[in-house]
Each structure stands twice: as C-alpha cells, then as structure tokens.
C-alpha cells in the first residue's frame, strides 16, 4: 500500500465532495473511510484511477451517511447525484482546499488547527505542540471548528493570512522531521506567490527557501543534529539562498513589512555568513526587535535571547532569558548553553541534562544529552 500516494490524494478528493455540497466534518468522515478501504482492498485489487476510485467510494459513503440522517433530509434533496465512475479531473485542489478551510465563520487559530488536522495531515500532538498547549486542548479546539462548519457552505474563502500560518506551521513540521512535508509546503506557497501579490506571502517563500536550503547539513550520518554553529556550510543550497534572498530583497522593498518578512531577514543573514563567528549578531537582535513588534512570541523573545547573548555576551543574554517563562519550549535548552558561553560548566551540563528530558523529539533529547555527558567529561 503506497501510503504517499494516499496522502497525496486526500486533499484532492476532500475539495470535490466540499465543491459537490458535503459540509467539511461530513466529507472528512467520508474520504477517512474511503482510505481505509482502500487499505482494505487496494494490496489484492489496485484501481488504475485511484483518486477516481477514492472519490467514489468516499461519494459513496457521504450518501449512505446522510440518508441514514434523518436531521439532514432536506440538505439531502439538494444534492447532486453520484458521479459516475471514471478517470477524476487532474487538478490540484490543496491550495484550494487551504483557503475553503480557513472559513470566516472560523477564528484564525481554529482555522488554522483544523486545516492543519484536515489537509496538511498534522497529529493532534503535533498541532498542540506548535501552539504550546496541552493536546487535550487542541483536540477540543478542532472538535469545535469541525462543529461549526459542519453543513456550512464554503463559498466563502477565508483570508491570506491564515493559510499562510497554516504553511508556515506545515513547513516547520517538515523541516524538523518530514522533508516530503516540508517541500509540500514550498510547493504550495509557490503557487501562492504566483497567484497572489503579497510582500508576506513572499517574505513566507523566502523564509522556506533559506531554511531549507540548509536541509542537508542539519543531520550527521548517524542522523544526529547538527547545530547551525557546526554545520558545513559547503553542503548548503547556494542556488535556493540566492533565490530567497531575492525574493526577500523585493518584498522588502515595498515596505510593507511583516513577520514573515523579518524572520527570512534573521534566516538570509544566517545564510549570508561564511562562518558561524562571521555572523551579524547585531543586525539579528534588531531584526528580533522587529518580530517582537510585530508579534510579541514568547517564542521570538525566546530566540531573541540567544541573539543577545551572542552579540552582546551570555550574561546578557541570561538576563533577557530571565524575563521568559521557563515554559516555554527549549527554554532549559538555550539557558544551558548560555551558561556554557558563560562558563558555568556545571549548571550548563546540569540544564543541558534536564532539557533533555523535556526534548520533543528523540534526536533532540540524544543532542542534548551528547552535550551534558560532553560538559561532565570536561569538568573531570
């Protein structure tokens, strides 16, 4: 069972039975049970048209679904008949199905988390864990956005700014795990880009390309992280730099600026130095002055803290770290290694310890770890 070819293919057909008249809970229901039959029959039975095979058998179920309700008997009048079965328009709804989904009956972050859980294949964990609350929360958030546009008519596209946090989210998931989903995400605002003319939507594919431009460098061998600090930098996409920076430089220009825009400068600055020591500290932190303006993130505050402490040193940089909650994420992780600059060697190997703990992801908690045994080993 080619389980990327499923994915690939959920997004389309959940945009025809939105456009044939199914509400968006309905149709998600549908099109999750087409995919399990698919699992169930495509190994002995592959269709030569899957996505028509898809859209069928999900048609299919909406049907028996809502004849089986009794409440929906007068929506059940208004639709239109099965379509037959055959080869389905090659189109690329995702896009589209990003802008149905972000509705205006929907708050942004519910749209947001819907669409992310919907269409961009986000876990609820994952959902949660980008937007620091408990998963128990996102899963009713989600549950609620399902609830209210249940049997609502997506005729009414929502705004450019909640899909691009819906890509900027997909892409950060893919970067820190998933290339196929970070590349999506890429290929989507794209076609944003080419539809649309927005300095933000064009600040969003500058930042893409210039984080992932260093994609091949963030990982050894072993498929352990490597910090920016230590990566090798003749292993970055210097075709992809070029091409964000541009991008970047004419968005900035129209002086419209936005975060999108300012977290790509911080990035293209990353990107512009030939080493690590050459990089503009300076520059950074008022970058991250901007974005703090702009969104006030713990997040941000958190990353400008780092940035201080590079260019003004780590204890200033421990006392910005000391304003934050020591929530947030990676928090423990950044005041270790400020101690370490600071050369507290024992409080760092001590933090790096307990961060470790608290890692998202396997690979971060053995960085973290490598970095503590690594301090105590100095310290004998």
Same mark, same amino acid.
């Given at each position: 069972m080619d389980e990327l070819l499923l994915r690939s293919l959920t997004p389309s057909v959940l945009a025809v039975l939105v456009r044939r008249g199914a509400g968006f809970a309905a149709a998600e229901d549908a099109v999750q049970d087409a995919l399990v039959e698919?699992?169930?029959?495509?190994?002995?039975?592959?269709?030569?048209?899957?996505?028509?095979?898809?859209?069928?058998?999900a048609w299919r179920r909406f049907l028996d679904t809502t004849r089986a309700d009794t409440s929906r008997r007068r929506r059940e009048d208004r639709l239109d008949e099965e379509p037959a079965p055959g080869p389905a328009p090659a189109v690329d709804d995702t896009l589209q199905l990003y802008f149905l989904c972000a509705h205006p009956s929907l708050t942004p972050s519910s749209a947001v988390a819907l669409t992310l859980r919907a269409v961009g294949g986000l876990t609820t964990?994952?959902?949660?864990?980008?937007?620091?609350?408990?998963?128990?929360?996102?899963?009713?958030?989600?549950?609620?956005?399902?609830?209210?546009?249940?049997? @609502?008519?997506?005729?009414?596209?929502?705004?450019?700014s909640t899909v691009l946090r819906v890509l900027y989210l997909v892409f950060n998931e893919g970067y820190s795990g998933d290339v196929d989903l970070a590349a999506e995400a890429i290929r989507l605002t794209r076609q944003l880009a080419a539809a649309i003319d927005h300095p933000e939507v064009a600040g969003l594919l500058a930042l893409m390309l210039l984080?992932?431009?260093?994609?091949?460098?963030?990982?050894?061998?072993?498929?352990?992280? @490597?910090?920016?600090?230590?990566?090798?930098?003749?292993?970055?996409?210097?075709?992809?730099?070029?091409?964000?920076?541009?991008?970047?430089?004419?968005?900035?220009a129209r002086d419209r600026l936005g975060e999108f825009q300012a977290?790509?400068?911080?990035?293209?600055?990353?990107?512009?130095?030939?080493?690590?020591?050459?990089?503009?500290?300076?520059?950074? @932190?008022?970058?991250?002055?901007?974005?703090?303006?702009?969104t006030d993130s713990p997040v941000v505050r958190l990353n400008r803290a780092v940035a201080v402490g590079e260019a003004d040193g780590p204890?200033?940089?421990?006392?910005?770290?000391?304003?934050?909650?020591?929530?947030l994420p990676r928090y423990t992780a950044v005041a270790a290694y400020l101690h370490e600059r600071d050369g507290d060697l024992e409080t760092a190997a001590r933090l790096y310890a307990e961060a470790a703990h608290k890692a998202p992801t396997l690979a971060e908690r053995d960085h973290l770890t490598r970095q503590a045994a690594r301090l105590n080993a100095e310290r004998r």
């Open positions: 698919a699992v169930r029959v495509w190994p002995g039975d592959a269709p030569r048209d899957p996505k028509g095979w898809l859209v069928t058998v964990r994952q959902i949660a864990r980008a937007y620091l609350v408990p998963e128990a929360t996102m899963a009713q958030r989600i549950s609620r956005a399902k609830r209210t546009v249940s049997g @609502v008519r997506f005729d009414r596209p929502g705004d450019v984080h992932h431009a260093r994609r091949a460098s963030r990982t050894g061998p072993d498929g352990s992280l @490597v910090p920016l600090a230590a990566q090798d930098r003749g292993r970055w996409d210097t075709g992809m730099i070029v091409e964000g920076v541009g991008i970047l430089q004419a968005a900035l977290q790509a400068a911080v990035a293209a600055l990353h990107a512009d130095a030939p080493t690590a020591e050459e990089t503009d500290w300076v520059q950074i @932190v008022e970058w991250y002055d901007e974005l703090t303006g702009l204890r200033a940089g421990l006392a910005e770290l000391a304003a934050l909650s020591d929530s």
